[in-house]
């Protein structure tokens, strides 16, 4: 028992290793081009995948954007001007982060839009169904018990 505890947390341990989307065909042999590759592929969406960074994503375009950026990189590029060139190239939907200005506005704003406007209709249809409502107190007078007495010794 004590074996397969300790090789599932092995598992568990270097089971981050094996997700990386990452080829080790991919890497750059110098450990600070590498490590700019990977903050700047952390910044960037997988157009497949959608919710995942092209550094954890095994699609063929995520691995076509990771090459695409240490190829700029070998070039001589910023940071900036590699996420510029991506932007350009694929839109600000690539960013996982858009820029607070054209577009990526209305990314920030449609959030926040859809909240308020959602908050709002549930208060309408509140203040609507409590207009509906009497507010006389809903006890049953004197005639209504009887009734209902009356009702349940007949079955």
């Known amino acids: 028992m004590k074996k397969a505890y300790v090789i599932l947390m092995l598992i568990l341990v270097t089971l981050p290793n094996f997700l ?12 600070k081009l590498e490590s700019r590759a990977r903050s700047i592929s952390k910044e960037l ?32 590029d910023s940071d900036e001007a590699v996420i510029d060139y991506v932007v350009k190239r694929y839109g600000e939907f690539v960013l996982l982060n858009p820029k607070f200005t054209g577009n990526g506005l209305v990314l920030w704003l449609v959030g926040p ?30 005639l209504e018990k009887e009734e209902l007495k009356n009702y349940f010794k007949k079955k």
């Open 20 to 31: 990386l989307g990452v080829e080790p065909d991919e890497i750059l042999k110098d450990n």
């Open 45 to 76: 969406r997988c157009l497949v995948c959608q919710n995942e960074n092209i550094d954890s994503s095994n699609a063929e375009l995520a691995r076509d954007l990771r090459l695409l950026v240490r190829e700029r990189i070998v070039l001589g």
């Open 113 to 142: 839009i859809v909240l308020l406007s959602s908050i709002f209709f549930l208060l309408t249809i509140h203040r609507r169904i409590n207009r509906l409502l009497p507010e006389e107190n809903l006890q049953l007078n004197d």
